[in-house]
Structure formats: structure tokens, C-alpha cells
């Protein structure tokens, strides 16, 4: 639910600014044709309901992560792996377990500053440092599995994340 008015909440900022630029538009048009004033509400009227948009460098709203909340376990976490009653023997044949008790993500702001670490699976299996492109280039590789992050934030907003290694 909360994805949801994020996702409306997002589109009605945007359609703001469409409806503004076409306000404007329409003032500098005034002597033109009328046609070319209506022709300009069908773009607002895309915008309002058209239910993704276009990432581009210049943009009003920052763009956003919806990461997943998950807990890493290992063998050392004893206690905890027997609050949530998981057999290490039965569930953790790699020596970890991924925990995902929530199932709602959890939005933050990514900036320039944000930076990106992920797995040389060509090298040696370190990590080395990407651009945004480059991360997003990476994900793209994954269909049925998605490796976990380490997320670091501060205020809302994503200082790093960096790829953990899954055996």
C-alpha cells in the first residue's frame, strides 16, 4: 500500500510541474492559434495518468531506491537463530542465512555523491568501484536471484552500497 502512494504521490509532483509548464506555455502562445493551447493539455493529461516516467539527468525529484530489508545470519549469531527457530544443520548449508521479515521495502534518495561497490566477478571476486550506470548494468545480470547489499544512509539518502559476496 505504501508503494502505491509513493507511486501516485510521485506522479502527482510531476504532473505539477507538466501543468505548470503548460500554464506557461499557453501565456507565451497567446497570439498563436488556439489549437496549439489545447494541443498542449493532452501531455498533462499523459502525465497524470501514465503510470511510469522517464530518469533523466535533469529532474525535479531525486531518484529513489526501494531496497528490500533483510537480516544476514551467520553461524556465530547462535541466539538469534534460535529466536526465529532456524536450524543451522538443516538451513544453512553455505554458513548464513538471509532473513526477510519484512515485506514492504523501504525508500531512500540516491545522490551523485552515492557510491557503488560491487563483486569482480571477472578478477579475483573484490569488490571495485562503479558509476551509477555500471551498478544498474550489473543488476540487470540477475533474473531469479538478486545478491544482498550493504546500505549505508544518512538522512534518507544512500551514502554506498556494496555488493555482498554469496558463495
Same mark, same amino acid.
Given at each position: 500500500? *505504501?508503494?502505491? =502512494?509513493?507511486?501516485?504521490?510521485?506522479?502527482? #509532483?510531476?504532473?505539477?510541474?507538466?501543468?505548470?509548464?503548460?500554464?506557461?506555455?499557453?501565456?507565451?502562445?497567446?497570439?498563436?492559434?488556439?489549437?496549439?493551447?489545447?494541443?498542449?493539455?493532452?501531455?498533462?493529461?499523459?502525465?497524470?495518468?501514465? !503510470?511510469?516516467? =522517464?530518469?533523466?539527468?535533469?529532474?525535479?525529484?531525486?531518484?529513489?531506491?526501494?531496497?528490500?530489508?533483510?537480516?544476514?545470519?551467520?553461524? *556465530?549469531?547462535?541466539?538469534?537463530?534460535?529466536?526465529? $527457530?532456524?536450524?543451522?544443520?538443516?538451513?544453512?548449508?553455505?554458513?548464513?542465512?538471509?532473513?526477510? !521479515?519484512?515485506?514492504? !521495502?523501504?525508500?531512500?534518495? #540516491?545522490?551523485?555523491?552515492?557510491?557503488?561497490?560491487?563483486?569482480?566477478?571477472? $578478477?579475483?571476486?573484490?569488490?571495485?568501484?562503479?558509476?551509477? *550506470?555500471?551498478?544498474?548494468?550489473?543488476?540487470?545480470?540477475?533474473?531469479? =536471484?538478486? !545478491?544482498?547489499?550493504?546500505?549505508?544512509?544518512?538522512?534518507?539518502?544512500?551514502?554506498?552500497?556494496?555488493?555482498?559476496?554469496?558463495?
Amino acid at each position: 500500500m *505504501e508503494t502505491l =502512494f509513493l507511486q501516485v504521490l510521485k506522479m502527482s #509532483v510531476t504532473s505539477s510541474y507538466v501543468i505548470l509548464f503548460v500554464i506557461l506555455a499557453r501565456l507565451l502562445l497567446r497570439k498563436a492559434p488556439r489549437i496549439f493551447s489545447y494541443a498542449l493539455w493532452p501531455v498533462a493529461l499523459f502525465r497524470l495518468v501514465c !503510470p511510469f516516467s =522517464f530518469e533523466s539527468f535533469f529532474s525535479f525529484i531525486p531518484a529513489v531506491l526501494h531496497l528490500d530489508q533483510i537480516e544476514w545470519l551467520t553461524l *556465530e549469531d547462535t541466539a538469534r537463530l534460535e529466536e526465529l $527457530g532456524i536450524d543451522p544443520d538443516k538451513e544453512m548449508p553455505n554458513g548464513f542465512y538471509i532473513h526477510n !521479515p519484512k515485506s514492504y !521495502p523501504m525508500y531512500c534518495g #540516491v545522490t551523485e555523491q552515492t557510491q557503488y561497490q560491487i563483486i569482480d566477478l571477472d $578478477g579475483d571476486a573484490s569488490h571495485k568501484s562503479v558509476t551509477k *550506470e555500471e551498478f544498474i548494468e550489473h543488476l540487470e545480470q540477475y533474473m531469479n =536471484f538478486m !545478491p544482498p547489499f550493504w546500505v549505508t544512509t544518512k538522512d534518507g539518502y544512500v551514502q554506498s552500497i556494496t555488493e555482498q559476496y554469496v558463495p
